[in-house]
């Protein structure tokens, strides 16, 4: 089955880009990378650390064999984190905590805007996701999430789906962005990064998205690198020149950026799941 055989509703997801990259030009930013620099992705605090700047506040819910995100989109994280100590049921209720919360960690994840901390809470947060991926992966349902997978090719391999086999690394990305949203992305990639090599070919399908080619030019390996790094490490290292000056280059280009963000948010829920069960050992 191809994916173009799919109804795709991009609606919502197109608009929140706009929005994005509208915000980041309404706030002066003159260049979204240097900001998107200046901002450690694995940026968080414990309670009563101070950072300011528009972000996240949340924490991780446990619930039985599954956990949630519970948090909310500020413009300022240092008064919105007083707010909560003050009983802010603004802040709380998002939350979902009480007012006596000193035992719970508060974690923070700053971002260049507020829109970008929405987009980020609307994708991640108050959805419940399974503490352990290979009993979950092992039903019918395959669940939430990106695999990338290592062949050891001149390639860039996204599985929708988890992918089991003994030669194959994969690394698991989180549920980072919805794969119908990632499949319309990638396939607008060839119009509008502004040097596509014509040797890089891109298949897309309901189980994966993989680019390939069959020689070593520096410019596709540079494109792959670059996605490596978006998607792995949660770095952004294409600028804004780099994709057409047209709307739908600078729509590609903030999407990008949106996935980094989202990866480093994930990176940091995952370091903390991992320092939980060490703990519990």
């Known amino acids: 089955m191809e994916w173009n055989?799919?109804?795709?509703n991009f609606d919502q997801m197109?608009?929140?880009?706009?929005s994005l990259a509208?915000?980041?030009q309404s706030a002066n930013i003159q260049s979204p990378l240097e900001e998107f620099k200046a901002l450690p992705?694995?940026?968080?605090?414990h309670v009563g650390e101070q950072v300011e700047g528009s972000g996240l506040l949340y924490h991780i819910d446990f619930q039985g064999q599954t956990f949630s995100i519970r948090g909310i989109a500020v413009h300022d994280l240092k008064v919105s984190y007083a707010q909560a100590l003050q009983g802010s049921q603004e802040i709380l209720a998002p939350l979902r905590m009480q007012q006596d919360f000193q035992s719970?960690?508060?974690?923070?994840?700053?971002?260049?805007?507020?829109?970008?901390?929405?987009?980020?809470?609307?994708?991640?947060?108050?959805?419940?996701?399974?503490?352990?991926?290979?009993?979950?992966?092992?039903?019918?349902?395959?669940?939430?999430?990106?695999?990338?997978?290592?062949?050891?090719?001149?390639?860039?391999?996204?599985?929708?789906?988890?992918?089991?086999h003994q030669d194959l690394a994969t690394h698991s990305l989180g549920p980072i962005i919805d794969p119908q949203v990632a499949a319309r992305r990638f396939l607008e990639l060839p119009e509008t990064l502004?040097?596509?090599?014509?040797?890089?070919?891109?298949?897309?399908?309901?189980?994966?998205?993989?680019?390939?080619?069959?020689?070593?030019?520096?410019?596709?390996?540079?494109?792959?690198?670059?996605?490596?790094e978006i998607f792995c490490h949660a770095r952004m290292?294409?600028?804004?020149?780099?994709?057409?000056?047209?709307?739908?280059?600078?729509?590609?280009y903030f999407f990008f950026l949106e996935m980094a963000f989202t990866r480093g948010l994930w990176m940091d829920i995952e370091e903390e799941l991992n320092h939980l069960a060490t703990a519990k050992r």
Do not use: M
């Open 194 to 228: 502004a040097i596509w090599p014509k040797e890089l070919v891109l298949k897309i399908d309901e189980k994966a998205l993989i680019l390939q080619s069959a020689c070593g030019d520096s410019c596709i390996q540079s494109i792959l690198e670059k996605l490596r």
């Open 22 to 24: 509208q915000n980041l």
């Open 104 to 164: 719970v960690e508060i974690k923070t994840f700053r971002t260049p805007t507020h829109a970008t901390a929405e987009i980020l809470a609307d994708q991640l947060f108050n959805r419940r996701f399974p503490l352990h991926e290979d009993s979950y992966f092992n039903v019918s349902d395959p669940g939430p999430g990106l695999w990338l997978v290592d062949r050891g090719l001149p390639e860039f391999c996204l599985h929708f789906k988890r992918v089991f």
């Open 5 to 8: 055989e799919f109804v795709i």
């Open 41 to 45: 992705l694995e940026a968080e605090c």
């Open 237 to 252: 290292t294409w600028k804004r020149s780099d994709f057409k000056n047209t709307a739908a280059g600078q729509t590609s």
């Open 14 to 18: 197109s608009a929140e880009t706009l």
